[in-house]
């Protein structure tokens, strides 16, 4: 069975092994009893070595374009190969915004 990562906006995270079947189903956190989303980041992102973030390829921009990138995204970093570096779910959320996607939760 695969194993699936939740997180909590407490930050708590954990590890779920179940089928992928049930893949979706909620996860209630055991610190406060919010329901845990799934974290495909930390399934499938590299992380940038910082705790909680990750690097995005799909946020990233082509390395010549760093510097115009950060004109425009001044609160957003960048790898040397372009990827943006995402720190948190809640920067995560900014970036979105930023770029003008919506959250529809």
């Known amino acids: 069975m695969p194993t699936y990562m939740f997180e909590c ?3 708590f995270e954990k590890e779920a092994v179940r089928p992928m079947s049930q893949s979706e189903d909620d996860q209630p956190c055991p610190h406060c ?4 989303r799934r974290d495909y980041r930390a399934e499938l992102g590299e992380t940038s070595g910082e705790k909680g973030s990750y690097l995005s390829e799909a946020l990233g921009v082509h390395p010549s374009q760093i510097a115009e990138a950060k004109t425009r995204f001044p609160h957003h970093d960048f790898a040397p190969d372009g990827r943006m570096v995402i720190k948190s779910t809640a920067h995560r959320k900014r970036v979105l915004r930023d770029i003008g996607y919506a959250d529809y939760g």
């Open 9 to 11: 906006d407490c930050g």
């Open 33 to 36: 009893g919010k329901l845990m």
